[in-house]
């Protein structure tokens, strides 16, 4: 029986992204929020392939621990800021729904400055 080739074409890299972008640092101005701040901002859902990463690294021990929000928000951090999407905490939490093929995150949004 002869093998057969499918015709549909396997798509490049850049048609499935986690992220928007990574960034190495934050380039916005400091938000001055604390915890309780954070805190009070309802959270919504944030499509992953929105957001801009403020960190370039993740140790994989954190990703993988099953308490590593047990002292933190149970919700990632995101500014928006001059029509992007900073995801400024939570990258962990984020990766985690990548790997689940999850593409949206829960988080608590805030703007600074206009942001969208």
């Known amino acids: 029986m002869p093998l057969r080739y499918s015709l549909t074409p396997i798509p ?3 048609d499935r992204v986690i992220f928007r972008r990574v960034a190495d640092g934050r380039p916005y ?10 805190a009070s901002i309802s959270p919504s859902q944030v499509r992953l392939d929105d957001l801009t990463t403020t960190k370039t690294e993740l140790s994989l021990e954190h990703l993988l621990d099953d308490d590593s929000t047990y002292f933190g928000d149970l919700f990632a951090h995101v500014i928006s800021w001059k029509g992007e999407l900073f995801l400024e ?11 689940q093929q999850r593409n949206v995150l829960h988080a608590r949004v805030h703007s600074i400055g206009g942001g969208a």
């Open 89 to 99: 905490d939570g990258l962990h939490r984020a990766l985690r729904a990548a790997l």
């Open 12 to 14: 490049a890299y850049t």
């Open 29 to 38: 101005p400091d938000h001055g929020l604390s915890q309780s701040d954070w």
